[in-house]
C-alpha cells in the first residue's frame, strides 16, 4: 500500500510487455489514464528498426477504426507514447479484457504492423448505486430471515477496481447480504435479522456503503429507508431470467425492442406489478425507454451500430409493497450499409517531376468504412484518361502510381477523382479530388520560329540600325524556358563577325555594328544561337542572311580618255570620213550595280555641234555626217556620263578630234586644250579673240614648219602599233549590259607607219562595220608628236581598246 500511494503522488503507474507473434504483431500493456508523453516502449528497438529512418520513412500510428490518435512515435528516440487520455471503460465498457488495435505505417517501402494496446483498469470510478434512496415497505409480520432484494452498486472498474464489499450501517434489525443471479450478476440483500414491531417503530433510514477494492478505495452510498406495512410475502417473477431482442440501428424513434414480463402470486396492491430500469451505462440510457406498467422497451434515441453493436438492460418488476425482482435483457444491434466509405490521403509527392519513369509511387490513399461484414466491403477506382492507377497494397491501402510519360508542355497539372465504393445494398461510395502538379524539367531546347532568316539592309546604313528579328520560344517553365540570344564567333572577310552585327539577347533584334559598303560585301551569313536558362542549357542555332542593297553612291568612272588633269587624248579624223563613221569612242565604268550602274552617255559642248554624235549606251562616237572642207581641223568635245541612279550621278571628259589627212598639217597640239571651267559667255568672248589671233599665228608657224621639214626630210620611225596599257581598266570591272564599257566586239589600234614621207596616219578597222578604213584614221596623244611639235604639256598615254 505504501508503494502504491508513492507511485500515485507522482501521477501516473504504467508498464509494458513486448510480444512478438509469429506474423510480426507487437502487443503492449498499459494502465489507462496515463499522462500524456508517458512512454509505452521503443517501436524501433521491438521492430529492429534504425530510429534515423523513422522520419524518414513517415513512421506514424493510427488506431483502427478511429481517427483519434491516442498513441504517438517519438521519432527521435522510437519511443512509442502516449498521445491522448485513453479511458478503459470508454472503449471496452465491463469487458474484462480490453485490447485496441492500432496500425504502424512505414513508407519507402510501404510496410505496415499491427499493435495491440492491452489496456489496464485503474481505480478511477466509485461505486454508485441506481437510486439515492432506496425505499422498502416491510410488513410487521415478516419473518427473521426475510431477505429483501437491493440492486447492486455500479462501478465501471473491473477486476478487484470493481465493489468488493458493502457494510451497512449498524442497526438491531437488519443485516446485508450479497447474492449472485445465475446470469452471474451481482445484488445485494437486506436480511431481517430481528422481526420488525410497527407500533415500536414505524420506519427506519439505513446508510448502505458498497466499497470497492481499488487503491486508494473509492465508496458510494444509498438509503434505505424502511417502512413497516402488514406483510407482503411474494415477489415478482420474470418469465424469463435473460431477456434477447435484434435491432437494425437507424430504427425510427418508439420502434418497440422487446417486452419483459413478470408477475406477482399476491393479490390486490400486493400483486400490482411495475417495471423500472434498475441498470443500465451510461451510453445507454438516452436510447431505450421502458412503460412501467406493460414492461415494453423501445426506441428514444439514435441507435447506430458503429457505436455500440450490443447493449444491455437491467430491469425490476416491483409490487406494491416493495417486493422486487431483476432481469437481465441483450439487445444487438444489426449493421446497416449506413456510412459510406471515407478516403484519407495519407501520403502525396507534389509537385511531380516530368521526367519520373512509369511504375512510380507519388501517393498512398487508405480507405475505411464503419460498417460491417460485405457492408464494409471497398473497391476503389480512378478516373480514366489520367496517366495514373491505384495499386492495392497492404489491407486498405492502395498506391497511387504513374502509368505513363508525364510531360508538364502537354499537360501541367491533373485533378485525379478517387472513387470508393463499398459492397452494401444499396451501395454507397465517396469520392476525392487529389491536385496534382507536374514539375518543370529542362527537356525542351528553344526552337526558331523560322527555319531561316533574311535581312535586307541598304548599303551606307548606320551603325546601330536594325536588320531584322528573329524569335525562338521554349515551352518549358520559368528559367528553363527564359531565351537568351548570341551571335556564334565566325568571320566575314576576314574579321569577326561580331564587328558587323550583334544581338539583342533579351529580345533578339539583330543591330548593324557598322556601316556596310555594297561595293566590299554584297552579303553574308550570320550564325545566331539561342539558349534557355536551363541546368543544364539547351540551345539552338539558326542562320541569318544579310543581304546588302546597292545604293547609288558611286559617280560613274571616266577610263578613255583619261580623265581632264591627269592628261587628254587627241583622235584624229580623215577628212574622207563618212556619216556614221566610228571616230573614238568613251568607256566609263560605275562600281555600282544593277540600275545604279547603268550609263548614258551625252555631248554637252561641242565645236561644231551637227559633227559629230555619240551612242546613248555604247559610248561611241561617229560623225553625222560626211566631213566638208569648212569643218574646223580641231573638234572639241565636252561628253557627259551619268548613271541611272536615284538621285543620277555623272562625270564629264573633254574629246580632242583633229580632223587631217596628213601629219603635216596638225597644229600644236596644246592650243587644243580646252578650259572647260570658263564657259561664261563673257570668257567665250575673250577665248574667241585669243583663238583669232591664236590661229593667225599659228598658221603663219605651221606653214614654216612644214617648209622647215620639208627640207630635213624628217623620218619618223615607229615599231608597229602602240597599246593603250589596261591599267586604264581596273581590275573586277566588269561589262554591265554593254553599258558603261566598251564591248567586246571592238579593237582599236593607233600606229604611225614607217618610211612614209607624208607619215599619214593610218587607221585600223573595227569589227564594226560602221567603222573607218584601217588606213584612213589614227588616234594619237601629244607625245607622239614631240619631234614634230615640240614639248607637250601633258604626259600622254597611248593604248589598244
Known sequence: MHLRSVLQSYGFVFFFVVVRYAHGDLSYSVQEELKRGSVIGNIAKDLGLEVGRLSARKARVDMEGNDRQYIGINLRSGDLVVAERIDREEHCGEKPSCVLKFELLLENPLELHRLSLQVQDVNDNAPIFPKDTVKLEIRESADKGARYRINAAH??????????????????????????????????????????????????????????????????????????????????????????????????????????????????????????????????????????????ISVSGDIDYEEGPRYEVFVEAKDGYGLSSEAKVIIDITDVNDNAPVIHLKSLTNPIPENVSPGTEVGIINVQDRDSESNRQVRCSIQQGAPFKLVPSIKNYYSLVTTGQLDRELVSDYNITITATDEGSPPLSSSKSVQLSVADINDNPPVFEDQSYSAYVSENNKPGSTLCSVTARDPDWR????????????????????????????????????????????????????????????????????????????????????????????????????????????????????????????????????????????????????????????????????????????????????????????????????????????????????????????????????????????????????????????????????????????????????????????????????????????????SDFADVFGDSDGSPEVGTI
Not at 207 to 224: E, F, K, N
Not at 524 to 529: A, D, E, R
Not at 624 to 637: C, G, P, T, Y
Not at 667 to 693: F, M, Q, R, W
Open 479 to 782: 528559367q528553363n524556358g527564359t531565351v537568351i540570344y548570341s551571335v556564334l564567333p565566325g568571320e566575314v572577310n576576314g574579321a569577326p563577325v561580331s564587328s558587323y552585327v550583334s544581338v539583342n539577347g533579351d529580345t533578339g533584334v539583330i543591330h548593324a555594328v557598322r556601316s556596310f559598303d555594297y561595293e566590299q560585301l554584297m552579303s553574308f551569313k550570320v550564325q545566331v544561337m539561342a539558349r534557355d536558362n536551363g541546368s543544364p542549357p539547351l540551345s539552338s542555332n539558326v542562320t541569318v542572311s544579310v543581304f546588302v542593297s546597292d545604293v547609288n553612291d558611286n559617280s560613274p568612272q571616266i577610263l578613255y580618255p583619261a580623265p581632264e588633269g591627269n592628261s587628254f587624248m587627241t583622235e584624229l579624223v580623215p577628212k574622207a570620213a563618212h556619216g556614221g563613221s566610228l571616230v573614238s569612242k568613251v568607256i566609263a565604268v560605275d562600281a555600282d550595280s544593277g540600275q545604279n550602274a547603268w550609263l548614258s552617255y551625252e555631248i554637252v559642248k561641242s565645236t561644231d555641234p551637227g559633227l559629230f554624235t555619240i551612242g546613248v549606251h555604247s559610248g561611241e562616237i561617229r560623225t553625222q555626217r560626211d566631213i566638208s572642207e569648212s569643218d574646223s581641223m580641231k573638234q572639241n568635245l565636252i561628253v557627259a556620263v551619268k548613271d541611272n541612279g536615284q538621285p543620277s550621278l555623272s562625270a564629264t571628259c573633254s574629246m580632242y578630234l583633229l580632223i587631217s589627212d596628213n601629219l603635216a598639217e596638225v597644229p600644236e597640239l596644246k592650243d587644243i586644250s580646252y578650259d572647260e571651267k570658263n564657259s561664261k559667255l563673257t570668257s567665250y568672248l575673250i577665248i574667241a579673240l585669243v583663238s583669232v589671233s591664236t590661229f593667225f599665228l599659228t598658221f603663219i608657224i605651221i606653214i614654216l614648219g612644214v617648209r622647215f621639214c620639208r627640207r630635213r626630210k624628217p623620218r619618223l620611225l615607229f615599231d608597229g602599233a602602240v597599246a593603250i596599257p589596261s591599267a586604264y581598266l581596273p581590275p573586277n570591272y566588269a561589262d554591265v549590259d554593254s553599258t558603261g564599257t566598251l564591248r567586246s566586239a571592238y579593237n582599236y589600234d593607233a600606229y604611225l607607219t614607217t618610211g612614209s614621207r607624208t607619215s599619214d596616219f593610218k587607221f585600223v578597222t573595227s569589227y564594226n562595220d560602221n567603222t573607218l578604213p584601217a588606213d584612213q584614221t589614227l588616234r594619237k596623244s601629244p
Open 155 to 296: 462501478d465501471a472498474d473491473i477486476g478487484k477496481n470493481s465493489v468488493e464489499s458493502y457494510i451497512l450501517e449498524q442497526n438491531p434489525h437488519f443485516v446485508f447480504s450479497i447474492q449472485t443471479t445465475s446470469a452471474g450478476s451481482r445484488y445485494g440483500e437486506l436480511v431481517l435479522d430481528k422481526e420488525l414491531d410497527r407500533e415500536e417503530q414505524q420506519e427506519m433510514k439505513l446508510l448502505l456503503t458498497a466499497v470497492d477494492g481499488g487503491s486508494p478505495q473509492r465508496s458510494g452510498t444509498v438509503v434505505i429507508h424502511v417502512i413497516v406495512l402488514d406483510a407482503n410475502d411474494n415477489a415478482p417473477v420474470f418469465t424469463e431470467a435473460v431477456y434477447t431482442a435484434t435491432l437494425p440501428e437507424n430504427s425510427p424513434m418508439k420502434t418497440p425492442v422487446t417486452t419483459v414480463r413478470a408477475s406477482d402470486a399476491d393479490e390486490g396492491v400486493n400483486g400490482e406489478v411495475t417495471y423500472e430500469i434498475s441498470r443500465i451505462s451510461d451510453k445507454s440510457r438516452n436510447l431505450f425507454s421502458l412503460d412501467e406498467k406493460t414492461g415494453e
